[in-house]
């Protein structure tokens, strides 16, 4: 695939409603960022799927942030030896996501019997086009439709295979298979090179007050600190963490590094966050404090604290995180020793063998340490 | 001169003094070692359920054993390669966590790979939810977690004899030179065939017809995208009226390509239960696959097909199911029933693999099936109870309870149970049930409630 941004008339000014015409047929979502559209840039991109014009139009708003790609397809669709062109522009997220699609002035889709869509089968085609784990990625188009060995067949003729009946519009397979290939194919991933270049942890912010849980997970997975965290961004990280959906909370926790955790403001809003979010976080979220550049004092006595509401291996790993950044403050330890106490011997034992290792000189932890001997000789 | 020493040495066995060379030294017979253990729960079969059912059990802080007859602990999610042991999410919730989630999100974070996107719902699609793991990664994970939770594992063994004596269990299991008892207060068979159940004299149900069992392997050494499917499928057809394939093996050949061998193979009656059905289906499968392999090699594109890998055994999908106290019906399962004794979520469409391959049927929006407490009691028992696959149930929700998210669920369940009847020396159903969902709640598994 070859990429490159030239000066030389590929960048032009362009408002973004005098390249939408109002007679178009035209289904699109809304962009996650809504900020005014400003200048439309022409990307030249080989992408080899076959189409005519291998042109990526990337919308940006006044800030140079991408607000959606767009890519003109033009591609022939055949029945009973007539071709006809196909003949649309596809719409992407900033994120790369679905947003939809338009046709230009007088044109518009047709299905094997060469009878044009109803409105209802564009609205299908853009709710099938949006489902990203549609099984159509999963199968070539000869497979779909047995039979037709030309691919750029809209056949009913043959019948589709059952399997993915509820995924095509009836009477266009290959739009539809088509179409979809498209939107989830090379483009998608160039445009996620595209954004992921640029994405500055002020784009990340505004991304990821998306109300769209993909485009939040897609910031998390492409945005890289090299070691800058903003104020804003580490309250939005934070916000995902808290957020009820485990993907989004599982990678905020992930995206946390040595970096984001530098700070024991930071370090003291983990522990508060920890002890409140559900229990699959809790051991990314304790092994995630592993790897920061140390734990305060204040951290670890608020991590203390959490320790007689946890299970004997979450226990565990907060002994074992004491331990790394060897912790033997006499708070901390009153705390552990309190669960010397503890009816379950798997916390106990714990306990013990860290008391053990740290040896304190304090009376009260050596005291409890002896009764812990004494009553499991 | 060691040519004679040799001969010298010949001749010395010859009148029945035992020769000895350089650095070697007489040993006296091997013994079978014979010793009694007691313990406070005993787990029997190390897979799926049986990790999580020990792991539970040691954090709790009993005195556990888990006993397995291979070598490795996993189970269908290791040892036979169905290394995708989801569903853990349903309509964007979790509804399997706990102990399970814990090895396979540890297993995807040290093989760092990544969770698949499930806020995106996954149709018809269900295995988009899937969570690929490294299996022999995830089998020492779990070796790790056992082994931290303070249990005493077993390898190599199997039970023979298992009897009610005195308010608990005594398990005599034999091993490569062992003969061990094991007086255990309470029993979970995680066997996956109610083997202890049924050795212990509960009673088992069978069909007469089972779901075929899997040889997983991964094929290597072509180009998909060459491949003329035409002229393959038009020699597999050949190959199968010929009589040198069966069609019920490898249903669809594309498929068997596309795949790369994984998951595609079906082999009839395949039963793990005993070593002597086990062995006819680790054979089955090997043969099947042995005669795929020399099949593809011979079509245009396939020349050089190598097989990448193939697992040590033929995973297994049905055997037997306890009769329990509760059997969990079709009925029960696609209405997403909520019993009152529910310990756990289930998650999976009815998947019910037969000769002629598989077509799930999926959930309702919004259906999350229960499993509750009586399915894992065998009727008539006492400190005992099951979990995984042998589940009481009938065909059809077997068919999407033994998968293995469910079956996580089911061990931590049975895990807790026994530690909280072992404590109040009852039986797991005379435990205040309160007291169960908190235990269970507090090592983060998720037990549903009545709305």
Redo the contacts between chains.
């Keep these: 695939m070859v990429f490159e941004r030239t000066g030389l008339a590929l960048l032009f000014l362009m408002l973004l409603s005098g390249f939408q015409k109002k007679d178009t047929i035209r289904y699109l979502g809304a962009r996650t960022l809504s900020l005014p559209p400003d200048t439309v840039v022409a990307y030249p991109v080989d992408f080899k799927d076959t189409t005519a014009q291998e042109i990526l139009y990337q919308t940006l708003s006044k800030e140079g942030w991408p607000l959606s790609y767009h890519r003109s397809i033009q591609a022939s669709v055949c029945f009973d030896g007539k071709c006809r062109l196909l003949d649309i522009v596809l719409y992407w997220n900033t994120t790369g996501r679905y947003l939809g699609f338009e046709l230009p002035e007088g044109e518009f889709l047709s299905k094997s019997d060469h009878e044009p869509f109803l409105t209802f089968e564009y609205a299908h085609l853009h709710r099938l086009l949006a489902?990203?784990?549609?099984?159509l990625a999963?199968y070539r188009f000869?497979?779909i439709v047995p039979g037709t060995a030309n691919e750029e067949v809209d056949a009913v003729s043959s019948a589709t295979i059952k399997?993915v009946l509820?995924y095509i519009v009836p009477g266009a397979a290959y739009t539809t298979y088509r179409l979809w290939h498209l939107v989830y194919g090379a483009t998608k991933h160039k445009i996620t090179e595209m954004t992921a270049a640029v994405l500055s942890p002020e784009l990340a912010v505004a991304l990821l007050q998306s109300p769209d849980?993909?485009d939040q997970?897609w910031v998390l997975?492409n945005f890289n600190s090299r070691g800058f965290w903003s104020e804003e961004l580490i309250n939005a990280v934070f916000r995902c963490m808290e957020s009820?959906?485990?993907?989004?909370a599982?990678r905020a926790v992930s995206v946390a590094d040595a970096g984001f955790l530098r700070s024991q403001e930071v370090q003291l809003r983990w522990v508060k966050t920890f002890a409140n979010v559900?229990?699959?976080l809790?051991?990314?979220m304790i092994?995630t404090l592993a790897r920061s550049p140390g734990l305060s004092g204040p951290a670890a006595i608020a991590l203390s604290k959490t320790l007689t509401s946890l299970?004997?291996?979450l226990i565990?790993s907060i002994l074992d995180l004491y331990a790394g950044y060897n912790i033997s403050d006499t708070t901390v330890l009153t705390s552990v020793s309190a669960l010397l106490d503890n009816?379950?011997?798997?916390?106990a034992?714990k306990a013990f063998g860290f008391l053990k290792a740290i040896d304190s000189p304090d009376l009260v932890i050596r005291g409890k340490m002896d009764a812990y001997r004494l009553n499991n000789r | 001169m060691k040519r004679r020493s040799a001969l010298a040495a010949l001749g010395s066995l010859s009148i029945g003094v035992p020769s000895i060379l350089k650095g070697e030294r007489l040993a006296a017979p091997y013994q079978i070692s014979r010793k009694t253990i007691t313990t406070d729960i005993l787990v029997i079969g190390g897979g799926t359920a049986g990790v999580v059912a020990a792991v539970q059990a040691?954090?709790?802080?009993k005195k556990t054993i888990l006993v397995e007859n291979g070598s490795q602990l996993g189970g269908v999610t290791t040892t036979g390669g169905v290394n995708f042991p989801g569903i853990f999410?349903a309509w964007?919730?979790?509804v399997i966590?706990?102990i399970g989630?814990?090895i396979v999100?540890?297993a995807v974070?040290l093989n760092g790979d990544?969770?698949p996107?499930?806020?995106?719902?996954?149709?018809?699609?269900h295995w988009?939810h899937q969570i690929r793991v490294n299996g022999q990664l995830y089998a020492m994970l779990a070796e790790e977690k056992v082994l931290?939770?303070?249990v005493d594992i077993r390898f190599y063994e199997t039970p023979v004899a298992i009897r009610f004596r005195k308010g608990g269990w005594e398990v005599i299991t034999v091993g490569k030179g062992t003969e061990t008892t094991i007086q255990a207060n309470q029993v979970i068979d995680c066997t996956g065939n109610a083997f202890a159940a049924s050795i212990a004299g509960f009673d088992v149900l069978r069909e007469a017809e089972t779901q075929p069992g899997t040889l997983m392997f991964k094929l290597e050494g072509y180009d998909l995208t060459k491949l003329d499917?035409k002229t393959i499928e038009a020699r597999y057809a050949e190959e199968v009226k010929k009589g040198n394939l069966e069609k019920k093996e490898f249903l669809n050949i594309?498929g068997v390509l596309?795949s790369k061998g994984d998951n595609v193979q079906h082999i009839a009656g395949a039963d793990s239960t005993t070593s002597e059905t086990h062995t006819i289906a680790n054979i089955k499968g090997r043969t099947s696959l042995m005669k795929m392999l020399r099949f593809l090699r011979t079509l245009p594109g396939c020349e050089n097909t190598r097989l990448a890998d193939v697992q040590n055994e033929t995973a297994v999908r049905e055997t037997f199911r306890i009769d329990g106290h509760y059997l969990i019906t079709h009925e029960d399962y696609v209405t997403g029933k909520v019993f009152e004794d529910a310990v756990s979520y289930s998650y999976y469409p009815i998947d019910l693999h037969d000769d002629k391959g598989v077509i799930p049927k999926h959930l309702v929006e919004g259906v999350v099936p229960t499993i509750p407490l009586r399915a894992l009691v065998p009727k008539g028992s006492k400190n005992f109870l099951v979990a995984g696959r042998c589940v009481s149930s009938d065909r059809l929700a077997n068919s999407a309870l033994r998968v293995q998210a469910s079956c996580m669920g089911m061990g931590q369940a049975a895990g807790a149970a026994a530690a909280l009847a072992s404590s109040t020396r009852k039986s797991p159903l005379e435990v205040p049930f309160e007291d169960l969902r908190n235990l269970i709640?507090?090592?983060?598994g998720i037990v549903p409630r009545i709305v």
């Design positions: 489902d990203s784990l549609s099984p999963d000869d497979e399997e509820d849980i993909s997970i997975d009820d959906n485990y993907n989004l599982a559900e229990y699959g809790k051991k990314l092994n299970n004997g291996d565990g009816p379950n011997t798997f916390i034992g | 040691g954090r709790a802080g999410f964007g919730k979790q966590g706990g989630w814990e999100q540890e974070a990544q969770l996107n499930v806020s995106i719902p996954h149709g018809r699609q988009r931290s939770a303070g499917f594309a596309r709640e507090e090592h983060g």
